[in-house]
Nanobody
């Protein structure tokens, strides 16, 4: 199994930026793609972005042009640079991994970390 530790969240004003980090540990040799999910209060957890081991990214439409996902394969770490943040980005952000972007998005693993809270408010 793979375990995740997310960090980097906080309170930021609209238009501000944050950089989230995710450190994976455990059976990291199985990781091909890494990605981020978020869960806003009262809503289901939703996929935000993913990245392959070759650095090919994927984003949902609402964050395209504002968020950038990256990863450090050697350290099994993923990052999410979030710019031009909006109040609707407020959520707990989680990372996850998988063997393909499709499976990451449709069937994420059950090994969720504690997440990191992002609050966008003036």
């Amino acid at each position: 199994q793979v375990q995740f530790v997310e960090s980097g969240g906080g309170l930021v004003q609209p238009g501000g930026s944050l950089r989230l980090s995710c450190a994976a540990s455990g059976s990291i040799f199985n990781i091909r793609v890494m990605g981020w999910y978020r869960q806003a209060p009262g809503k289901q957890r939703e996929y935000v972005a993913g990245i392959t081991s070759f650095g090919i990214p994927q984003y949902i439409d609402s964050v395209k042009g504002r968020f950038t996902i990256s990863r450090d394969n050697g350290n099994a770490t993923s990052y999410l640079q979030m710019n031009s943040l909006k109040p609707e980005d407020t959520a707990v952000y989680y990372c996850n991994s998988g063997d393909s972007l499709y499976n990451l998005r449709m069937r994420p693993s059950d090994n969720w970390g504690q997440g990191t809270q992002v609050t966008v408010s003036s």
